[in-house]
């Protein structure tokens, strides 16, 4: 009989055991699959995600450049992009919207209102007065961290 009671509390403590180690180990389970698929879908979305400076030139108070989405996704919240331009080795970050330049702006080529594939943006970037002569380098980086830069020459 008493080793009917014995064996009944092992196999009672060995349950509860179980239980005890389920019960820790599933929560971790569970979030390290959310953040698998979260880094998937960042990953997936980077590779789907492209863009090309077409053009860049500069006007009488500033720069104007041409990029165009050659990914297969949108690419969404164009003015949370990051802008730097300048000559060669003094380059700078230009800020978004305002009023005192250097800032920049954009706007859909034709009739867009959302940066899709195949649609190309025109960035202007104000500036006080015209680029100093020489090589300038303009580059942008869109929110999910995908790239393009070019330099070009100013007469």
């Not at 970037?125 to 020489?134: E, K, M, N, V």
Request: hydrophobic fraction near 40%.
């Amino acid at each position: 009989m008493d080793k009917v009671i014995v064996t009944i509390l092992l196999m009672i403590g060995g349950v509860v055991a179980s239980l005890a180690v389920f019960n820790g180990f599933y929560p971790a389970i569970i979030e390290s699959s959310g953040a698998v698929t979260s880094a998937t879908s960042k990953v997936s979305d980077r590779i789907e995600c492209r863009i090309d400076i077409i053009q860049v030139a500069d006007n009488s108070t500033g720069v104007d450049a041409w990029i165009k989405n050659i990914g297969t996704v949108d690419i969404n919240s164009v003015e949370r992009s990051d802008i730097f331009f300048g000559p060669e080795g003094d380059f700078y970050h230009v800020t978004y919207g305002g009023d005192t330049p250097p800032y920049w702006d954009y706007q859909f080529e034709g009739s867009y209102t959302q940066w899709k594939p195949t649609v190309t943006v025109r960035v202007t970037i104000h500036l006080a007065s015209a680029p100093a002569t020489g090589t300038h380098i303009f580059k942008i980086v869109v929110p999910n961290g995908i790239f393009d830069e070019t330099t070009f020459s100013v007469d």
